[in-house]
Nanobody, 129 residues
Framework: QAQLVESGGGSLQAGGSLRLSCVAS????????MGWFRQAPGKEREGVAG????????FYAASVKGRFTISRDNAKNTLYLQMNSLKQEDTAMYYC??????????????????????WGQGTQVTVSS
């Protein structure tokens, strides 16, 4: 069964850091763009960060640029999101996702949820002040 499993979420105070991981099993992430999305209650799911298949290109939402870093280790079939200087506004369920085969991820397409065909179940991040 192909899966993406997120981990590393939790509750912490503003200004702190967390590192999220997303491990793929039953399939490979090598050769695919990957992304992190988040969704807060009553809000639409939004793209947080994206990364090209080799990690040479990264994309970030304006709200997290300079604070979050997306990375990957294809040999470990794992995607990461390092989150620093966390704010209360970062509170959300965070999901990792795998881009559709053959699709190009760029500054526009990485934010498009329909461009991804594998999703994890999410990990909760709660930031308090």
């Amino acid at each position: 069964q192909a899966q993406l499993v997120e981990s590393g979420g939790g509750s912490l105070q503003a200004g702190g850091s967390l590192r999220l991981s997303c491990v793929a099993s039953g399939h490979t992430i090598d050769g695919y763009c990957m992304g992190w999305f988040r969704q807060a209650p009553g809000k639409e799911r939004e793209g947080v960060a994206g990364i090209s298949s080799r990690g040479l290109a990264t994309f970030y939402a304006a709200s997290v640029k300079g604070r979050f870093t997306i990375s990957r280790d294809n040999a470990k079939n794992t995607l990461y999101l390092q989150m620093n200087s966390l704010k209360q506004e970062d509170t959300a369920m965070y999901y990792c996702a795998k881009f559709r085969a053959g699709n190009v991820c760029d500054t526009i397409t990485w934010t498009t949820t329909s461009a991804y065909n594998y999703w994890g179940q999410g990990t909760q991040v709660t930031v308090s002040s």
